[in-house]
């Protein structure tokens, strides 16, 4: 089967900065994306990585492993308003996301 | 630029009835979109792919016979459910490809309430 494994909730303090892990096992497997959603939204896409190592985006970055099926989402000088759920999720053949359960993140003042 | 609208983005409806939600690409042509549904606290389940000009593939354990799917050009594919039920009360959203290997652009979903 295909599975995606992430933990479920994470808290920080403003400012820290946060790693958010993702192991992954599927089949077809091109990259890893990396999505955000607040509460009542839509999906908003952060990044992905289809070779190893790191992407750098602005305070995100993200990070793939693809002998260890791992990899992670770095949130740095983090703000309320990055307190939301983020998802991992394998892009695969035909351009087929696969979606990890999700992490909530909250950020406390 | 790669904006994907739906609509509605609220609906009640009866049990029995049918319900059409559409989902277009309002600034580039997709080839390929993607249905999903999400149900609260939970993640995003894959429902089907959608190809313009052919028959949508289905994810195991989703039954095409109720959740019709028409991808009739580059720019908009529909999703329509069935014979709504309760248990079809769900946020649905769609998703479009530009092609571009690692990324879909999302709709803002759709709110479903069977009654």
């Known amino acids: 089967g295909q599975s995606l494994e992430q933990p479920s909730e994470v808290t920080a303090v403003e400012g820290a900065i946060v790693q958010i892990n993702c192991t992954y096992q599927t089949s077809g497997f091109y990259g890893l994306s990396w999505y955000q959603q607040h509460d009542g939204g839509a999906p908003t896409f952060l990044s992905y990585?289809?070779?190893?190592g790191l992407e750098e985006t602005g305070r995100f970055s993200s990070f793939l492993s693809r002998s260890d099926s791992y990899g992670y989402l770095l949130l740095q000088e983090l703000q309320m308003k990055d307190s939301a759920s983020y998802f991992c999720a394998s892009f695969n053949q035909g351009g087929k996301l696969i979606f990890g359960q999700g992490t909530e993140l909250s950020v406390k003042p | 630029g790669a904006v994907v609208s739906q609509h509605p983005s609220w609906v009640i409806c009866k049990s029995g009835t049918s319900v059409k939600i559409e989902c277009r690409s309002l600034?580039?042509?997709?080839?390929?979109m993607f249905w999903y549904r999400q149900f609260p606290k939970q993640s995003l389940m894959l429902m089907a792919t959608?190809?313009?000009?052919?028959?949508?593939?289905?994810e195991q354990g989703v039954e095409k016979d109720k959740f019709l799917i028409n991808h009739a050009s580059l720019t908009l594919s529909t999703l329509t459910v069935t014979s709504a039920h309760p248990e079809d009360s769900s946020f649905y959203i769609c998703s479009a490809s530009t092609g571009t290997v690692g990324t879909q652009y999302f709709g803002p979903g759709t709110r479903l309430l069977v009654l």
């Open positions: 600034d580039f042509q997709a080839t390929t």
């Open positions: 959608s190809n313009e000009g052919s028959k949508a593939t289905y």
């Open positions: 990585n289809g070779l190893d």
